[in-house]
């Protein structure tokens, strides 16, 4: 079956993240329930989640790297940190979903048009921290860099977010992004989600799907490419350690879930483990 592509600019890919949390909620065992995902997602987010192939696959992968993620801004949030940023926000509901500090200051950015609907559709409801949203092409680098310089000109101990956004950036964006955000000393940390399964071509289902939003970034080995930017590792959490923690095992799907029930427990581990979320810190 051939679909239409349901994409039609990348900040379409908010809804269709936005629409699989959402989806978590319909779950018996779901491992969070988030009310406003499928506020803010609505239909058009369903029906993109609806279009995209392999979809119990993201979903899954979408679910475990939301709750990795959660456990590493707990992690931050223990080291100190005030103020969290999260670079291309998307439709993420984060605090109004998570316990958190109430003195928190929580900035999301990302496209003016999807900071606005943002803004109209959580209009009422209250979040857990102070949340301040910021309409910004982050590859408009002049606006980038007076923004981060605002940021940068308190000293409060910064945390960065970008969770399913460098996919969508060149190698060279995102180094010059890692470069930039490396030179502004209060921000300490970020979090990123990450694939290191190497390079890798695109399934044709896929190209498609994605033709107006298309996976950029391919950096290799995803580590040394963050540590030639100046972030080091800090903590990691691998796809495999957090479906074992959740007991949220990798779908059965055909034929990637048959396959992956076939091979032995350490194999798919290790097959799991290319995928995840990682805490980075500046490199000493
Ligand atoms: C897959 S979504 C993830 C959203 C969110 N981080 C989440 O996990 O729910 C990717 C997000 O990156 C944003 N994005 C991509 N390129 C961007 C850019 N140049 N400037 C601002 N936001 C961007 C998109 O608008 C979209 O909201």
Request: charged share 25%; with cysteine; aromatic share 10%.
């Amino acid at each position: 079956m051939t679909r239409a592509a349901a994409i039609a600019h990348v900040t379409d890919t908010a809804f269709w993240v936005g629409a699989l949390r959402a989806n978590e909620a319909k779950r018996s065992d779901a491992v969070f329930r988030e009310p406003l995902a499928s506020l803010l997602a609505g239909t058009r987010g369903a029906s993109i989640a609806r279009a995209m192939p392999d979809a119990a696959l993201v979903q899954w992968g979408v679910i475990i790297r939301t709750c990795a993620i959660d456990r590493l801004i707990g992690e931050a949030l223990n080291q100190g940190v005030e103020r969290i940023v999260n670079l291309g926000a998307g439709l993420d509901t984060r605090p109004y979903r998570m316990t958190l500090p109430p003195q928190t200051r929580w900035i999301e950015i990302d496209f003016p048009s999807l900071v606005q609907w943002k803004d109209e559709v959580l209009a009422g409801h209250t979040p857990a921290c102070v949340v301040q949203r910021i309409g910004l092409d982050l590859s408009d680098r002049a606006e980038r860099s007076s923004l981060f310089k605002v940021l940068g000109s308190t000293s409060i101990k910064t945390l960065l977010i970008a969770e399913g956004v460098m996919p969508y950036l060149t190698n060279e964006a995102v180094a010059d992004l890692a470069t930039e955000l490396l030179g502004i000393p209060s921000f300490y940390y970020w979090i990123l989600d990450f694939d290191n399964s190497g390079a890798r071509k695109i399934p044709k289902r896929w190209a498609k799907q994605l033709k107006a939003a298309p996976f950029l970034f391919q950096p290799g080995d995803w580590f040394k490419f963050f540590a030639d930017c100046g972030w080091q590792v800090r903590n990691v959490i691998s796809s495999a350690e957090e479906s074992e923690r959740l007991n949220k095992s990798y779908p059965f799907v055909f034929p990637q879930g048959l396959l992956m029930r076939a091979l032995p427990r350490e194999m798919r581990r290790k097959i799991m483990s290319v995928s995840g979320a990682a805490l980075l810190a500046k490199c000493d």
